[in-house]
């Protein structure tokens, strides 16, 4: 073994494939393998707001590490390989479905604006959203009409996403209730891997608390990025849910659009 050659390619030299505003794509090791970094940058209202909150990609690559090999382990197919440093994980290259897949358990964000329910209400059942990826169109809903229309994924496509939203809907929504916490709603990007001729529909990009609304069960304070919306990094403290304080958190999220688009 030549203990002069670096088994690793240096971060410099690595190809670069996508910088987004959360994340860093590298080429991988192997062809059809990616690297994810994730970066303590945070953006709200479509990236009109942007801070840097240390350490921030380190907990975003666990958690999501935490979620992804879970869902591996129970046979939610993800594009996760493993994690491999503090802020790096491998992953499958796959071709990026351009919908962001909603589900709600919760009224809250979006859906209480468009439908006038109350931020809080429970959900007769979940309900799964589409959103066009278009940053520059703010992420627009659409329906499945849009999506099959448009080309974007194909019926059987969309009824393979469904039933993986569902089964992530359901794991999250155990492991944050084991640990006293409201799974509101999330967002979640699939893609298609192929391995030889087969085509599979797996969960990709990453599930954290940058694309879940979490609640805290007793007191309702909010644990994710919605926090980020009310508060500068400097002084990320929990926003109350006294009624008072809900009304006024309310009337600034009107007053300064959501922080997500959903
Ligand atoms: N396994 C994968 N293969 C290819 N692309 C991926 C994979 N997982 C995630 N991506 C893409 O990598 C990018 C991650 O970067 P980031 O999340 O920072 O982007 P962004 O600025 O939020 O923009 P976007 O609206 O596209 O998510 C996203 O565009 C995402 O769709
Ligand atoms: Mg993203």
Avoid at 9 to 15: D, E, H
Avoid at 26 to 40: A, C, R, V
Avoid at 107 to 131: H, K, N, V, W
């Amino acid at each position: 073994m030549d203990f002069l050659k670096p088994r690793y390619t240096p971060m410099s030299r690595r190809r670069r494939i996508y910088e987004g505003k959360a994340k860093v794509l590298y080429e991988g090791p192997e062809p059809g393998t990616l690297i994810q970094h994730f970066k303590d940058d945070a953006t709200a209202f479509n990236a009109k707001k942007h801070e840097v909150i240390e350490g921030k990609g380190v907990l975003n690559n666990r958690i999501s590490e935490y979620v992804f090999q879970h869902l591996n382990e129970i046979g939610v197919p993800t594009h996760f390989i493993r994690r491999l440093n503090m802020r790096e994980q491998l992953i499958r290259e796959v071709e990026i479905i351009p919908l962001e897949v909603v589900v709600r358990n919760v009224a809250a964000g979006s859906l209480s604006t468009r439908l006038g329910i109350e931020e809080g209400t429970q959900l007769p059942r979940s309900i799964i959203e589409f959103y066009y990826k278009n940053d520059q169109l703010g992420d627009p809903m659409v329906s499945e009409e849009h999506v099959t229309a448009f080309g974007w994924a194909t019926p059987q496509e969309i009824d393979d996403i469904m039933a993986l939203a569902i089964r992530v809907n359901d794991f999250l929504s155990g492991v944050f209730l084991g640990v006293g916490i409201r799974l509101v709603d999330f967002k979640m990007e699939t893609g298609r891997l192929w391995e030889n001729d087969m085509m599979r529909i797996v969960v990709a990009d990453e599930i954290s608390p940058d694309s879940c609304r979490l609640w805290d069960i007793k007191t309702s304070d909010k644990l994710d990025k919605d926090r980020f919306a009310a508060t500068s990094a400097a002084c990320l403290r929990p926003i109350p849910k006294s009624p008072n304080a809900s009304a006024s958190w309310r009337k600034a999220s009107v007053r300064r659009g959501q922080v997500r688009s959903w």
